[in-house]
Nanobody, 120 residues
Framework: QVRLVESGGGLVQPGGSLGLSCAPS????????MGWFRQAPGKQRELVAQ???????TYADSVKGRFTISRDNGQNSVYLQMNNLKPEDTAAYYC??????????????WGQGTQVTVSS
């Protein structure tokens, strides 16, 4: 069984920075893409940033220029650096991974979520 283990998050003042890390536990064959989604109370879950196996990245317009996603292929981990945080970034952040456990066993996996709160 594969689990996504998240770390980071917390409370930060507007303009501050935080980092989120995520890595799969368990045996995997290869990762297609990893990323972060977020969900604020009363809102739908939305893509924040994603990176694929080739290193191509996608960002939500609202975080471009402030957030950076990176990946350590050797560790199969993904890191989201969040700078110049705003109150509207407050949400539960979820790690997501499209991966193969074996050459034929593809799955879409989610972390348990970590809270990011931006407030003075």
């Amino acid at each position: 069984q594969v689990r996504l283990v998240e770390s980071g998050g917390g409370l930060v003042q507007p303009g501050g920075s935080l980092g989120l890390s995520c890595a799969p536990s368990g045996s995997i064959f290869t990762i297609v893409a990893m990323g972060w989604f977020r969900q604020a109370p009363g809102k739908q879950r939305e893509l924040v940033a994603q990176i694929n196996s080739g290193g191509a990245t996608t960002y939500a317009d609202s975080v471009k220029g402030r957030f950076t996603i990176s990946r350590d292929n050797g560790q199969n981990s993904v890191y989201l650096q969040m700078n110049n945080l705003k109150p509207e970034d407050t949400a539960a952040y979820y790690c997501n991974a499209d991966l193969y456990r074996t050459p034929r066993d593809w799955g879409d996996y989610w972390g348990q979520g970590t809270q990011v709160t931006v407030s003075s």
